[in-house]
């Protein structure tokens, strides 16, 4: 009798974030622990405002080619750019 072997194709289904692309408002490719700007004033609910031209260093990438992340906050790319 033979053995069934263990069903590991879920590994290769596995989306990887990489392979996603996210671009900045001006189009520049982000990559996990860049540093990004503000473009404009941003308001935030329960927290200090965004003002132009706020650091937001070591962002990582999340699944969503819009969005970023930055300490807790998740930010849309199209209000910051790459520096």
Do not use: H, Q, Y
Not at 7 to 36: A, G, P, Q, R
Not at 38 to 45: F, G, I, P, Q, R
Not at 52 to 80: A, G
Request: with cysteine.
């Amino acid at each position: 009798m033979a053995k069934k072997g263990i069903d590991e194709n879920w590994l290769l289904d596995d989306e990887n974030i990489s392979d996603i692309e996210v671009k900045d408002c001006n189009w520049n490719i982000l990559i996990d622990w860049d540093t990004v700007v503000a473009t404009k004033d941003l308001k935030v609910k329960w927290a200090s405002d965004i003002k132009r031209w706020d650091k937001f260093p070591k962002i990582r990438l999340t699944d969503n080619p819009e969005l970023i992340e930055s300490w807790k906050m998740v930010l849309r790319t199209e209000f910051f750019k790459k520096i």
